[in-house]
Protein backbone atom coordinates (compact mmCIF):
# COMPACT_ATOMS: atom_id res chain seq x y z
CA UNK A 1 0.00 0.00 0.00
CA UNK A 2 1.17 3.31 -0.94
CA UNK A 3 -0.04 6.14 0.79
CA UNK A 4 0.18 10.16 -0.31
CA UNK A 5 -0.78 12.84 1.55
CA UNK A 6 -1.26 16.02 1.13
CA UNK A 7 -3.10 19.71 1.49
CA UNK A 8 -0.69 21.39 4.04
CA UNK A 9 0.48 24.48 3.66
CA UNK A 10 0.98 27.89 5.97
CA UNK A 11 -2.11 28.81 7.57
CA UNK A 12 -2.65 32.11 10.37
CA UNK A 13 -3.73 31.43 13.80
CA UNK A 14 -7.48 30.60 13.70
CA UNK A 15 -7.49 29.46 10.02
CA UNK A 16 -8.53 25.85 8.56
CA UNK A 17 -6.79 23.35 6.53
CA UNK A 18 -7.74 20.08 4.68
CA UNK A 19 -5.22 17.12 4.68
CA UNK A 20 -6.06 14.30 2.30
CA UNK A 21 -4.12 11.01 2.45
CA UNK A 22 -5.09 8.61 -1.24
CA UNK A 23 -4.17 5.00 -1.15
CA UNK A 24 -2.84 2.86 -4.07
CA UNK A 25 -1.79 -0.63 -4.60
CA UNK A 26 -2.72 -3.33 -2.66
CA UNK A 27 -6.26 -1.07 -1.25
CA UNK A 28 -9.07 -2.19 0.36
CA UNK A 29 -11.66 -0.87 2.16
CA UNK A 30 -10.97 -3.17 4.44
CA UNK A 31 -8.06 -1.21 6.67
CA UNK A 32 -7.76 1.28 9.87
CA UNK A 33 -6.47 4.96 9.13
CA UNK A 34 -4.81 7.49 10.96
CA UNK A 35 -2.85 10.52 10.92
CA UNK A 36 0.20 11.31 13.45
CA UNK A 37 2.19 14.67 13.72
CA UNK A 38 5.78 15.55 14.47
CA UNK A 39 7.09 18.80 14.97
CA UNK A 40 10.52 19.95 14.87
CA UNK A 41 12.55 18.15 17.64
CA UNK A 42 9.34 16.54 19.36
CA UNK A 43 8.49 12.47 19.10
CA UNK A 44 5.91 11.48 16.22
CA UNK A 45 2.51 12.05 18.26
CA UNK A 46 -0.97 10.45 17.87
CA UNK A 47 -3.34 12.82 16.27
CA UNK A 48 -6.44 10.95 14.60
CA UNK A 49 -8.00 7.31 13.58
CA UNK A 50 -10.84 5.78 12.24
CA UNK A 51 -11.95 2.30 11.36
CA UNK A 52 -13.11 1.16 8.30
CA UNK A 53 -16.10 1.54 7.78
CA UNK A 54 -15.96 5.50 8.85
CA UNK A 55 -18.38 5.35 12.01
CA UNK A 56 -16.16 5.02 14.39
CA UNK A 57 -13.06 7.56 15.17
CA UNK A 58 -10.54 8.40 17.50
CA UNK A 59 -8.93 11.99 18.42
CA UNK A 60 -5.93 12.83 20.51
CA UNK A 61 -7.40 15.40 23.27
CA UNK A 62 -5.73 18.49 21.41
CA UNK A 63 -7.40 17.74 18.05
CA UNK A 64 -10.77 16.67 19.98
CA UNK A 65 -13.48 19.68 18.73
CA UNK A 66 -11.27 21.11 16.44
CA UNK A 67 -10.86 18.16 13.90
CA UNK A 68 -12.24 16.29 11.85
CA UNK A 69 -11.11 12.52 10.36
CA UNK A 70 -13.56 10.84 7.57
CA UNK A 71 -13.22 8.91 4.23
CA UNK A 72 -14.50 8.05 1.26
CA UNK A 73 -13.63 4.57 0.73
CA UNK A 74 -14.91 4.93 -3.09
CA UNK A 75 -11.87 7.26 -3.24
CA UNK A 76 -9.30 5.20 -1.06
CA UNK A 77 -8.99 8.33 0.44
CA UNK A 78 -9.04 10.01 3.94
CA UNK A 79 -9.57 13.69 5.12
CA UNK A 80 -8.50 15.33 8.06
CA UNK A 81 -10.71 18.96 8.55
CA UNK A 82 -8.58 21.38 11.02
CA UNK A 83 -10.06 24.25 12.00
CA UNK A 84 -8.96 26.92 14.67
CA UNK A 85 -5.48 26.50 13.87
CA UNK A 86 -3.27 27.39 16.83
CA UNK A 87 0.91 27.51 16.29
CA UNK A 88 1.26 24.40 17.94
CA UNK A 89 -0.36 22.16 15.45
CA UNK A 90 2.61 23.31 13.27
CA UNK A 91 4.57 20.20 12.41
CA UNK A 92 4.81 17.60 9.70
CA UNK A 93 1.53 15.52 8.94
CA UNK A 94 1.82 11.55 8.32
CA UNK A 95 -0.88 9.37 7.18
CA UNK A 96 -0.98 5.66 8.68
CA UNK A 97 -2.39 2.11 7.50
CA UNK A 98 -3.14 -0.79 9.36
CA UNK A 99 -5.25 -4.04 8.08
CA UNK A 100 -5.81 -5.36 11.80
CA UNK A 101 -6.68 -1.93 14.10
CA UNK A 102 -5.62 1.44 15.03
CA UNK A 103 -3.39 2.43 17.67
CA UNK A 104 -2.31 5.42 19.18
CA UNK A 105 1.65 4.32 18.91
CA UNK A 106 3.82 4.05 15.76
CA UNK A 107 2.92 0.01 15.10
CA UNK A 108 1.00 1.05 11.98
CA UNK A 109 2.25 -1.12 8.96
CA UNK A 110 2.17 1.62 6.38
CA UNK A 111 3.52 5.40 6.11
CA UNK A 112 2.92 8.09 3.95
CA UNK A 113 5.66 10.61 3.54
CA UNK A 114 4.28 13.83 5.35
CA UNK A 115 2.92 17.06 4.32
CA UNK A 116 4.07 20.35 6.59
CA UNK A 117 1.31 22.41 7.94
CA UNK A 118 2.84 25.90 9.58
CA UNK A 119 0.26 28.00 11.05
CA UNK A 120 1.45 31.82 11.60
CA UNK A 121 0.47 33.53 14.95
Known amino acids: VQLQASGGGLVQAGGSLRLSCAAS????????MGWFRQAPGKEREFVAA????????DYADSAKGRFTMSRDNAKNTVYLQMNSLQPEDTAVYYCAADYAGWSRDLRWDYWGQGTQVTVSS
Open 50 to 57: IDWSGVST
Open 25 to 32: GRTSSSYF
